[in-house]
């Protein structure tokens, strides 16, 4: 996937691919040593830390690269912003989906920004790490990071000491991994990035309050969600007959009150819902090709109404999801709810619920190739930095492997009509256009 060894000489194609982004810096040398910092991303080096990488790469130093991320003055939002704008030019198929899940990176010590004992999903236990949550865009022909924030804990957001000495921002409060999510939404959509639908897993999936900042930024979405997830049967609700007059005061005591929506249907647990499915609910559906053939699996929809806090109804309908495995094969029965798409056909939806292994291979990519999880400083301004850079070197990779070597076409012979002229193609894009690539990872209808 990286370069098997940096010269030190700029590649022609990522010089021109990092352009647009030098216009960040101001000083010719700050620009050097962006393209040095991102090479040695690329670079076949084992660590990808500023030392380990000045050390090797011809034209710079480790001071030098570190300074890019802490004394360098630019801003790792306002990449993301135009890498995004740069990459919904040129590497979209459509509207595709935007994917929100989050990594644990292992850190020792307590004095990196954010780490501490927490849970990650990556380790699949609690352990010392930090914690950062990612936004990926995936549509039938492209896919790519968007936006990454470091989840920082209640402990860190309360401690202005600890802030202070990590340079953690006056403006940056705590926020759930649902809150952080929404936000990369705002600034993905500001950036000018629209999106077909959301697909997260159940740690965003049972976040109400994540559920409805999409719903009121009417965005549709396809979450897994746990199974002791509350709905309440869609049918059963729409043939409610709706609140009746309360009873007359009788002047003796409290007033009586009528009974409500929630009083009168019950709510259920996904897995109650599911369960109560006949057989014939049930239906295989293929979403995409595995390692070793056909990922096959059953699954059945039900209409179903979100349920709120304490049992409170919400007006919000949508599809309950559940996937089994086929009979004579071991595993557990999976929830998900998708509000938004009624009209996409279950095939389709459960394609769309499964591109989320486009951000599982992401991660892989970003920690195994491109050293996410090599940053080795303590502040927040070069932690984010790190991260952008290492978004910026995956699309990059993502933008080369998609469109191939650049080509043309030989020019026409005398006398042709039409004389067009040549067309460059390839890798980098010079300008707009529709590029696919085979194993679309999302279905067609949202692109």
Not at 405 to 416: H, I
């Amino acid at each position: 996937m990286g370069i098997p060894q940096a010269g030190e000489d700029p590649l022609p194609d990522l010089e021109a691919f990092l352009a647009p982004f030098g216009r960040l810096l101001k000083r010719s040398e700050s620009r050097h040593a962006l393209e040095r910092y991102t090479t040695g991303l690329l670079a076949n080096i084992p660590h990808k830390t500023a030392s380990a990488m000045g050390e090797v790469l011809p034209g710079t130093n480790g001071q030098r690269l570190q300074e890019l991320l802490t004394r360098t003055r630019w801003n790792a939002e306002a990449m993301d912003r135009l890498r995004i704008q740069h990459l919904s030019w040129h590497a979209r198929a459509g509207q595709g989906a935007l994917i929100f899940d989050d990594t644990g990176l292992p850190k020792k010590g307590g004095a990196s920004v954010g780490v501490g004992r927490q849970y990650s999903g990556t380790l699949g236990r609690v352990d010392n790490c930090q914690v950062l949550v990612t936004a990926h865009y995936v549509d039938r022909a492209f896919d790519w990071p968007v936006n990454a924030r470091l989840y920082l804990p209640q402990d860190w957001a309360d401690d202005p000491a600890r802030r202070r000495r990590a340079q953690v921002p006056e403006a940056v409060p705590f926020r759930t991994k649902g809150e952080i999510a929404l936000t990369l939404f705002d600034e993905a959509r500001v950036a000018g990035l629209t999106v077909g639908a959301v697909v997260a897993d159940a740690g965003y999936g049972d976040q109400a309050p994540f559920l409805d900042g999409l719903e009121a930024r009417d965005q549709p979405y396809a979450v897994a969600v746990g199974k002791q997830a509350p709905f309440r049967d869609a049918a059963a609700v729409e043939s409610d007959p709706g609140d009746p007059e309360p009873p007359p005061y009788q002047g003796v005591g409290r007033p009586r009150k009528a009974s409500t929506l929630a009083d009168r249907v019950p709510k259920a647990t996904a897995e109650a819902l599911i369960g109560e499915l006949p057989e014939s609910a049930w239906q295989e559906v293929a979403w995409r090709q595995g390692t070793q053939g056909a990922l096959v699996k059953e699954f059945a929809a039900h209409r179903v109404y979100r349920s709120g806090s304490r049992g409170a109804h919400r007006p919000t309908r949508g599809w309950l999801v559940g996937e089994r495995p086929r009979p004579g094969h071991a595993g557990d029965t999976k929830y998900y709810f998708a509000w938004g798409l009624d009209e996409m056909p279950l095939a389709e939806l459960v394609a769309l619920i499964h591109v989320r292994w486009a951000i599982e291979r992401f991660y892989q990519d970003a920690k195994g190739e491109l050293g996410l999880d090599d940053y080795e400083g303590r502040l927040w301004p070069g932690f984010h930095r790190h991260v952008a850079l290492v978004m910026l070197a995956h699309s990059y990779l993502a933008l080369q492997r998609a469109l191939g070597p650049s080509t043309e076409r030989p020019p026409p012979k005398d006398g042709d009509p039409g004389n067009e002229p040549p067309d460059p193609g390839g890798f980098p894009p010079s300008g707009p256009g529709e590029h696919r690539r085979p194993e679309a990872p999302c279905p067609d209808n949202l692109v």
